[in-house]
């Protein structure tokens, strides 16, 4: 049995967690001091609750980051509430996450993520169709088994006119992904054809293309319009980077809007989920947020998100779809804590004209500290444009 460690054992929350803990098939061990603290997490621990209020708590995190075995153990800070506590301080003091003591329930779903379960098992969130088209079959196998992780449902075609058929059948696709020419057409005429067809006028194309082919879907790019290029040597798993840019046009532009350290608390909850999670901001750009969590939802999952904007005082509410995640112990992708990285939908205007003045601001002390290269500022139509994307809002309810 996996153990979680709780300082300490008269924390008034303890009860709740020892019980959580228990319906799960997990073990609560309490500690008092410092010291039986980090004896107990170097065996068989998954991480460790500590209260807020707990006096030594910053000789605690020192011993647990001191040790080779518990220097990269989960610590969990317990909070009474969050937009008051000083979260800055137990973050900087190297903790991982934090839970709410009117919620401390949530400890199960925290201990089931560090065991490598799914607290998110029975919701996943449904992309749409995409049209997968190519005439090598293992091509098609390969690319379908990394776009199905965001939830996508796949059509397949192996010529032009498959492809075609396939525009004709049911409700539109998203998006048409293409490995390699199709016969008996080049790029240009291909794409052109789809263009004639009723759903095929305005889908996005991703050409997945040799290196000698890459100027003939260029041309058909220039000729035909809303389409991208990714090249067949480069790793298969990040087709859907380039998937994501043609399905959220913000995405290319956050890449120009510079990535600011921003750290403040951050409330997230997806429809059919029982609980809202709160988390931590790790930084901002104009039309996305990396948040801090031990328990990041499936890819592509819509959440409604609350969280306080760069020298904000309340807090902004905006619609966000996950876009990017990693699970604790992950080592491939940026150097980020888990977490997610989600990008805005849809949010109100008042809350829109905050989060970008405040990170205007934010931009612009970077500037003068010499931290953020100085850069050419967007319009404000510019600005407006970047939250202009193509995920239906209709698909995401409404919350008081």
Known sequence: ???????????????????????????????STPAEAAQAARERALGVAVDGAFAPLEELAALLRGAERTENLPILVVVRDPLRDDLDRHFRLGIDDFLVASAAHQIRERALALSKGDPWSGLRAPSGRLVLAGEDRARRILIARIVRRWGFDLSFASN??????????????????????????????????????PKGRDIPWLFVTDPE????????????????????SGPPENIIFALNDLLQPGAVEARRSPRLLHGAPVAFWA?????????YSYNINRTGLYVRTLVPPPMGTLLHVRFRPPHGEGLVGVDAQVMWRKELGATQGPMYPPGIGVQFVRMAPADEAALQAGYQQ?????????????????????QRQTLRVTIDPGSIKEKD
Request: charged letters at 25%.
């Open 160 to 197: 032009r006119d498959e492809l075609l058929q396939q525009l004709r059948q049911g409700s539109a696709p998203r998006a048409v992904i293409v490995d390699g020419p199709l016969p008996p057409d080049d790029e240009s005429g291909t794409l052109g054809a789809a263009r004639h067809e």
């Open 213 to 232: 082919r890459r100027e003939a879907a260029r041309a058909a790019m220039q000729a035909h319009g809303r389409a991208t290029v990714y090249s067949r």
């Open 1 to 31: 049995m996996s153990r979680i460690v709780i300082v300490p054992e008269s924390a008034s929350w303890s009860d709740v967690a020892r019980n959580a803990l228990a319906a799960g098939g997990f073990e609560m061990v309490a500690a």
């Open 271 to 279: 429809d059919g989920a029982p609980d809202t999670i709160w988390a």
């Open 362 to 382: 934010l931009l612009q002390e970077g500037e003068r500290s010499g931290t953020v290269r100085p850069s050419t500022q967007p319009t404000d139509d510019k």
